[in-house]
């Protein structure tokens, strides 16, 4: 999905329209307090993609320790797995299923569901 706002072109300082205030309203609910951090006003740069992981990570690090005693800090987490260079993806060492469930990370195949939305 795309947008165009005409009255708000980037030509001499970035956008600050209704789909930036949008943008920073969505990720605040997801990313919470990290978005104090001025990365995120430039969506495209490789920092704020480093800030967004890093704000994932430490959200399923909390998740997944066992020591969870009141909310996360933010609802964004990363999923527990690695994809390698060739395509072939893993769960993270010792996840074998989401903490607080039987659910594989790697989903299940079922009898049936079509492949596709369950492995």
Not at 12 to 37: N, S, T, V
Not at 40 to 66: D, H
């Amino acid at each position: 999905m795309g947008a165009y706002q005409p009255n708000h072109i980037a030509n001499r300082q970035p956008p600050r329209g209704q789909i930036f205030g949008f943008r920073m309203a969505l990720w605040y609910e997801h990313l919470g307090r990290g978005l104090l951090d001025n990365s995120f006003f430039q969506p495209t740069s490789l920092e704020c993609a480093r800030m967004v992981n890093q704000i994932a990570e430490k959200n399923w690090e909390i998740y997944s320790s066992g020591m969870l005693n009141q909310d996360l800090p933010s609802h964004l987490l990363s999923y527990p797995v690695t994809v390698a260079n060739n395509g072939v993806v893993t769960a993270l060492p010792g996840v074998k299923f989401f903490p607080d469930t039987k659910a594989n990370v790697l989903g299940a195949v079922s009898d049936y569901l079509p492949p596709i939305l369950t492995t």
